[in-house]
C-alpha cells in the first residue's frame, strides 16, 4: 500500500509554545489529506481535512486558529498546534486518500505531550 | 442512533480461535467498507477493504458485507498472539472522510 510518513513521531513542550507535526505522501500525490486526533483507548476523531492550494475544512468545534493547517504542495501537509495546553497532549494522525479514493492510508502517527 | 456502532471489547480468545468482528452502521450512503488494525501508540493500517456485498478474502481474513442489514464483519482465522492489537471499522461515502467505528480490542493468548 502507499506510504504515508508523519514527523516527528513524538514531541514534548511546554505550555503556551507552538508545535508543528508534518506528513508527508512518499510514493503518491494527495491533494486531501486529514487530520485526526486520537485520546487513549478512544477512535480517531477527524479534525480537518487539508486542501491542497486552499483554506482547510474544519470539523465542529475544532478551533481554527489554534490549529492551523497548510497543505503546501501535493505530497506535504502540516499540523501546528499554536499556545498549546496540556489538554491539548493527544495522539495526531494523518491520512491520505489512495489514488482510488476508495479508502485511506494513515500515518504512524506523533504522539504530543504538553508540560 | 449512532452512524456507527462496534463491540469496544475487550475480547480475549486462545491462539488458534476463529475471532469475529462486528459492524453495524445506519447511513444507507456508505459505499466504501473498511477494516483497519491499530497496535498500541501507532497509526491505523489498512487490512480490507471492499465496496460490495459478500465475503473477500485475504490469507487469515475475511471481510464480509451484508448492505440490506447494513452490518460487516471480520473473521480471523487461526488467530496468532501477532493479531492482538485494536480493530476499527470504518466506512466512507464517495471521497468523503472516514467514519470510524469505536475499536475492538483483541488479545489473542497463546
Known amino acids: 500500500g502507499a506510504v504515508v510518513s508523519q514527523h516527528p513521531s513524538w514531541v514534548i513542550c511546554k505550555s503556551g509554545t507552538s508545535v508543528k507535526i508534518e506528513c508527508r505522501s512518499l510514493?503518491?500525490?494527495?491533494?486531501?489529506m486529514f487530520w485526526y486526533r486520537q485520546f487513549p483507548k478512544q477512535s480517531l476523531m477527524l479534525m480537518a481535512t487539508?486542501?491542497?492550494?486552499?483554506?482547510?475544512?474544519?470539523e465542529q468545534g475544532v478551533e481554527k486558529d489554534k490549529f492551523l493547517i497548510n497543505h503546501a504542495s501535493l505530497t506535504l501537509s502540516t499540523l501546528t498546534v499554536t499556545s498549546a495546553h496540556p489538554e491539548d497532549s493527544s495522539f495526531y494522525i494523518c491520512?491520505?486518500?489512495?489514488?482510488?479514493?476508495?479508502?485511506?492510508?494513515f500515518g504512524p502517527g506523533t504522539r504530543l505531550l504538553v508540560l | 442512533q449512532k452512524e456507527v456502532e462496534q463491540d469496544p471489547g475487550p475480547l480475549s480468545v486462545p491462539e488458534g480461535a476463529i475471532v469475529s468482528l462486528n459492524c453495524t452502521y445506519s447511513?444507507?450512503?456508505?459505499?466504501?467498507f473498511m477494516w483497519y488494525r491499530q497496535y498500541s501508540r501507532k497509526g491505523p493500517e489498512l487490512l480490507m477493504y471492499?465496496?460490495?456485498?459478500g465475503n473477500k478474502e485475504d490469507g487469515r481474513f475475511t471481510a464480509q458485507v451484508d448492505k440490506s442489514s447494513k452490518y460487516i464483519s471480520l473473521f480471523i482465522r487461526d488467530s496468532q498472539p501477532s493479531d492482538s492489537a485494536t480493530y476499527l471499522c470504518a466506512f466512507a461515502q464517495g471521497a468523503q472522510k472516514l467514519v470510524f467505528g469505536q475499536g475492538t480490542r483483541l488479545t489473542i493468548n497463546p
Open positions: 447511513n444507507s450512503a456508505f459505499q466504501y
Open positions: 510514493d503518491f500525490q494527495a491533494t486531501t
Open positions: 487539508s486542501n491542497e492550494g486552499s483554506k482547510a475544512t474544519y
Open positions: 471492499t465496496y460490495s456485498s
Open positions: 491520512s491520505a486518500p489512495s489514488s482510488s479514493a476508495e479508502t485511506q492510508y
